[in-house]
């Protein structure tokens, strides 16, 4: 009976020492797994958009003609009506233009700012404003980076 009771007693510690261990910690790592796979599928398709951005950019630079980037923000700035108060356009580095208005009408400032980003893959890295004399007016300095 002793036996008996003794070999009870050491099965149930192999069993809460060993094998309850090793079985939670089996369906800790499985669950671990099943999270990993789902974040793999969203970095997957998000890989994905990415690329498609890209192409699109990519895409858009061939819509310019041409042009550099200074030639398209000083272009794009007077089609877009903003020739009275675009001030400058000077590069700044490589691949950055910085553009300065002076009492620029604030909606097609940024309906200006939607064309380069949409059609022509360009994106404003900074962008200040400052309330000017009249309604919806403001003076604005804004740095445009190209696409690689």
Not at 21 to 31: C, G
Not at 32 to 39: I, P, W
Not at 44 to 52: L, V
């Amino acid at each position: 009976m002793l036996a008996g009771g003794a070999l009870v007693a050491l099965l149930l510690l192999g069993w809460a020492l060993l094998w309850h261990p090793l079985a939670v910690r089996r369906a800790e790592l499985r669950q671990d797994v099943e999270r990993q796979g789902l974040e793999l599928a969203y970095v997957r398709s998000a890989a994905a958009e990415i690329e498609r951005l890209r192409a699109t950019g990519l895409r858009a630079r061939g819509d310019r003609q041409g042009k550099s980037l200074l030639a398209l923000a000083d272009a794009s700035a007077r089609e877009a009506g903003l020739e009275g108060a675009l001030r400058r356009v000077e590069p700044v580095g490589e691949r950055n233009v910085r553009v300065g208005f002076e009492a620029a009408n604030f909606d097609r400032l940024a309906q200006w700012l939607e064309v380069l980003g949409g059609r022509y893959g360009v994106e404003a890295v900074e962008f200040s404003a400052e309330r000017a004399e009249g309604i919806g007016l403001v003076d604005a300095r804004v740095t445009l980076r190209d696409v690689p």
